[in-house]
């Protein structure tokens, strides 16, 4: 029984055990686990945050990202944008507020220029998943082997140049001395002098101060508006469908309530 | 004036019988419990899927250039398009959750014994029909999981010995799954296969209407009739069980419609996540998943790595596929106990139904993540134990001890 026990352990592991890292090599705020992605915050009734969300996109993104399944009106409605207001400063070209969000340029040749055709992104938080898209935006980093100049942390040697490289500054990836652990889940400390050891990790991103537009708090914030509004593109219907939901559990439960009393009427019959 | 329209009526077309024959005169045991109403839950998505799947029919667009964006159309431009396809897609793993129940229930009760074969196999036809509805209806949006699952699928037909190559290029109408194979799984999807369901499951009803229904205790509640000739340990379907069905449906509706409005991808298992991505035949997913459903049986698949006789693992592995879905249709020959129910059958029919449940649910999961050799080797002990429910059955039912039948039906 015993060998059974230990055979069913030693094959449980190889079982369950799944070696994901749905964020590559990132290294967030738990050391002990490279490729966690960083918690996004994805709140559609937050109209402010979809649309700052939506000008980052339409100004940094657009260009070659298209959103070619939803329409501007469509957007300019849900994020409560005045139609002028919206036609004035996010459509770019001769698009008119009804048409679909898409983009000049040739598929062909962008292939030829990065590798890939920069995919439509009307459904990529769907696809990755918010958080995916977070982590991702954030984790540009120089290097210089690349043909762009930039890697990215959880997209390896991504063909898309860092377009937030302004905004953001010049981030590097560096290598820290970060305390170590000891077996029993504390912090190794040296038996001698008491100090806590430490051993050397690498893949954290640092950036060079005073490169970037914008604070790395605003830069993350900025992000998380990004990344809202990615995943409000994906599911526009959201927060009606949730509405509609509501109402219709409530009225089915009501319904149910119904329905058992006159059930319970009639199984009176049968005693 | 209302009872000379009546029998206006009925002198040509049996109206008045049919109703007594099938809702106010129909035997409905009284000890069924909450294992029978899958039955009726199932008449609910039929009906769900029809009416979701005629206003799809306005807007889809069966053609590899426009499927997918006529599918995203559907969701944003289409005035409440998505509640029609959340309802479509939600309706479909609800759809084979409730038929695997129903059909467990079958198993525990032995409602496929005699006399009941005929009803068993009829049934079985709609489940195949549910697998075919299914497969074909996943292919439609033409994402990536689409795709490939269509790939994987119907290349299972070129591993066919000497004919399999030109039986999956006949199959697929092309070289490669392209449009021509999107248009004839629409086809199939939209018509063919919905018009056999709908009559395979009015023969089902029918079958089921002739030789009664079976009831927890498996005992012929016909045996005891009072002097007007109604069995009496029976109620009439119509109203008592329809009533009590209101609010069975009530309650499954409320369940329903919280997937359909909160979670209408169901965490990746009603929509795969994959599915997001249009179709590309030059970009393979790292890990093609079917839809939980069939995550059983591909495991089967999975589970031949070796060739025998010259013939590929992978023909094997569909030989096994496509057993472990039909073996369900021999079980009312396999069967030899004088009992029906679980309750009276002996230790070796509850230990082997009980195996059967673990492997298919360990089989689900396996089918569900990408292989490893621990993984495959599962598979391969899981689908022997799978299949030994079934094939030892004749000689367990048939010697194990089994408990005393009651005479008249128990109730709890």
Partial sequence: ?271 | MVNKIMSWFDERLPITATIERHLTKYPAPINMNIWYLAGVLLVVVLVIQLISGIWLLMNYEPTAEGAFASIQYIMRDVEYGWMIRYMHTTGSSVFFALIYLHMFRGMMYGSYQKPRELLWVVGWFTFFLLCALGFTGYVLPWGQMSFWAAQVIMSLFGSIPFIGEDLLIWIRGDYLISGITLNRLFALHVVLLPLALIAVIFIHILALHEVGSNNPDGVDVKKFKDEDGVPLDTKPFFPYDIMHDLYAIGVFLIFFCFIMFFYPDGGGYVIEYVNYEPADNLKTPDHIVPAWYYTPYYAMLRAITFPIFGLSAKFLGFVVMAAGIAIFVALPWLDRSPVKSIRYKGIFSKFFLSLFVVSFFVLGYLGSVPPNPVRTLFAQIFTFTYFAYFFLMPIYSKYEKCKPVPERVTLS
């Fill in chain 1, 1 to 271: 029984m015993r060998y059974l026990a230990l055979i069913f352990l030693m094959f449980s592991a190889n079982f369950i055990a799944e070696s994901s890292a749905p964020c590559g090599s990132y290294v967030g705020d738990d050391l002990e686990h490279v490729g966690i992605c960083d918690i996004a915050v994805v709140d559609p009734t937050d109209k402010a945050s979809l649309q700052r969300g939506a000008q980052l996109y339409m100004n940094y993104c657009l260009g070659c990202h298209s959103l070619k399944y939803s329409r501007y009106k469509r957007m300019a409605e849900d994020l409560e944008i005045p139609l002028e207001l919206f036609k004035e400063n996010l459509i770019f070209g001769d698009q008119k507020i009804g048409d679909l969000i898409t983009i000049g340029m040739d598929p062909k040749e962008a292939k030829e220029w990065f590798g890939n055709t920069p995919p439509d992104l009307t459904l990529e938080a769907g696809l990755r998943g918010p958080d995916w898209i977070y982590t991702y935006l954030k984790s540009f980093y120089v290097d210089e082997s690349r043909p762009l100049g930039v890697n990215n942390m959880v997209y390896e040697n991504v063909g898309m140049p860092n377009v937030l490289f302004n905004m953001q500054g010049e981030q590097r990836s560096v290598c820290k001395q970060v305390p170590s652990k000891a077996p029993n889940g504390g912090l190794k400390q040296d038996p001698l002098t008491g100090k806590i050891v430490t051993v050397e990790k690498c893949g954290f991103l640092e950036v060079v101060e005073g490169t970037g537009e914008v604070s790395k708090e605003q830069f993350d914030t900025n992000m998380k508006d990004l990344t809202n509004f990615m995943a409000y593109i994906t599911d526009p219907a959201q927060t009606e469908r949730e509405m509609i939901g509501f109402y219709v559990i409530m009225y089915l439960i009501i319904f149910t309530i119904l329905a058992f009393l006159l059930y319970r009427e009639f199984k009176k019959d049968l005693h």
